[in-house]
């Protein structure tokens, strides 16, 4: 797997626009999200092929999924031609085995919690930790003293911001950073501004 050229992974989630994936990209993001999950952010397959022809190649394109059959991943994917698959419901082995396809990337998302994981349990190329609420820009307690660092790639996500994202970088080792909420404006809509300064503040 080929992701990132940065010493931090950046992946900004929930694009809908050609302009919020133009922004990510300029920003210097490394993967930028659409969401196929129900939410206020979900694209189409049409939608998300056309933004992803927007992206250059070192960028990581990511489908994002939650409780959804297996065909319609399946569909999705295919028709949107994004590159890499985010987890996010209780997608067992089997999806993996599925979607498992030369130069795709495939992402786990689990709520964190006090017992460790390790990248890879699923077959995954990289572990996220989020919030028990995806996309909702709910905070988990990542500074807890009883949370421990997954192994290997791992992204956080959850409630994170421009405003403190650097110390939740610092505080917890992550591998790369994953945010939706905190680069929006309202619920939705994303911020130029906001896109920006989070890549920058990440980065430190
Ligand atoms: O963004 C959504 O609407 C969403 C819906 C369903 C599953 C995942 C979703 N997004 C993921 O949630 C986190 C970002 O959360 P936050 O809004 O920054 O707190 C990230 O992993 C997104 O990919």
Not at 15 to 34: N, Q, S, W
Not at 131 to 159: C, I, K, M, Q, V
Request: one cysteine or more; charged letters at 25%.
């Amino acid at each position: 797997m080929t992701v990132g050229m940065s010493d931090l992974f950046v992946k900004i989630c929930g694009l809908r626009t050609a302009r919020d994936v133009d922004v990510a990209v300029e920003a210097g993001a490394d993967a930028v999200g659409f969401v196929f999950a129900a939410s206020p952010r979900t694209v189409d397959a049409e939608t998300a092929r056309r933004l992803s022809g927007r992206v250059p190649d070192h960028v990581l394109t990511v489908g994002v999924f939650r409780g959804q059959s297996m065909e319609e991943v399946r569909r999705l994917t295919e028709e949107s031609g994004i590159r890499a698959v985010q987890f996010h419901g209780d997608e067992g082995p089997a999806y993996y085995e599925a979607l498992r396809a030369p130069g795709r990337t495939l992402i786990r998302a689990t709520a964190a919690g006090e017992l460790p994981v390790r990248c890879g349990e699923l077959d995954e190329d990289l572990l996220l930790l989020d919030a028990p609420d995806p996309g909702s820009g709910t905070p988990w307690n990542w500074a807890s003293p009883r949370f421990t660092a997954p192994e290997g790639r791992w992204l956080l996500a959850g409630g994170l911001h421009p405003d403190n994202v650097r110390q939740a970088v610092e505080a917890t080792g992550a591998w790369g950073v994953d945010v939706s909420s905190g680069v929006e404006s309202e619920r939705g809509v994303k911020s130029e501004q906001l896109i920006r300064a989070f890549v920058a503040a990440a980065r430190g």
